[in-house]
């Protein structure tokens, strides 16, 4: 199989476009679709653009972060940092957290690390014990999206960078479709605009499926842990993942029409009363309504200790 481009030994082949690559065209193809991610969803133009980068230690996030300090490392206006939650799970979190924090070493990125224990006197390993009848990513979910709120606040960024790939993309996509779940779908990051309650969320690797961000690893020889997470099989996610996987096989650039179809709704809900975000009247925390999810999941938890220990 050779490059569609030139005359090198291709090893990737990409189905939704008939395009065979060569590792050189490969990459290049990837960092120019962040490129033009990043253009459109960061702005350069203040004396300086902080942007702190979720970083969980696995493929994507490593992969997000080695790309951001590639592209935007030489830049004087730019402060590029990694935050890391660490939700308190056992051969999972532990394990990957080496990972970012060896990443973070080899390229010189502050590096900052809150866990779920700290913030909320819990992690999920002893949630997940407390509260069996529930999902475990219900609680994690909200969690950690809230510490990652917090960390990046607390280190004055402009935006929090995903590494949300196109699959992940359009799984969210379609499981707000199958949910109805509109507020949530006005919601969907990147974040277009500002907010003085909730730091931009931005998703430079949305345009780039799981496979390629995995290659792109291996050949850059960026040691991203790849373990599955214990609770990941009870998620809600793998539904919709197992379903978009076939349809991709079948017809392949699925994924890519799908996420097409979310920018354009997202658009079209720009002015929806579901992107309003109030404070939680109990954390102060961003959320949709008078009491956000994590208040109201913390007080079901402690319900439930209450019950245990009596």
Known sequence: MICSHCEEKAIYSARYNGMNLCRYHLEGSIEKRVKQEIRSQVSFSGPKTRIAVALSGGKDSSVLLYLLHKILGERRNLELTAVTVDEGIKGYRDTELIGARKICSDLGVDHRIISFKERFGRDMDEISILDPGTIPCSHCGPMR????????SEAEADYIALGMNLDDYAQSVFM????????????LSPHDEPNELLIRRILPLKRIPEKEVMIYALVNGIKAERIWCPYYGRAERNEARDIITGLEEKHPGTAFSIANFGDAVKQSLKHHPGNKLTRCRI???PTESDICSVC???DRLDALSDLHAA
């Open 283 to 285: 954390c102060g925390n």
């Open 145 to 152: 999206r809230q510490v990652l709120n917090v960390l990046a």
């Open 176 to 187: 707000n479709v199958i949910k109805g779940d509109v507020p949530r779908m006005a919601r």
């Open 296 to 298: 109201r999941n913390l």
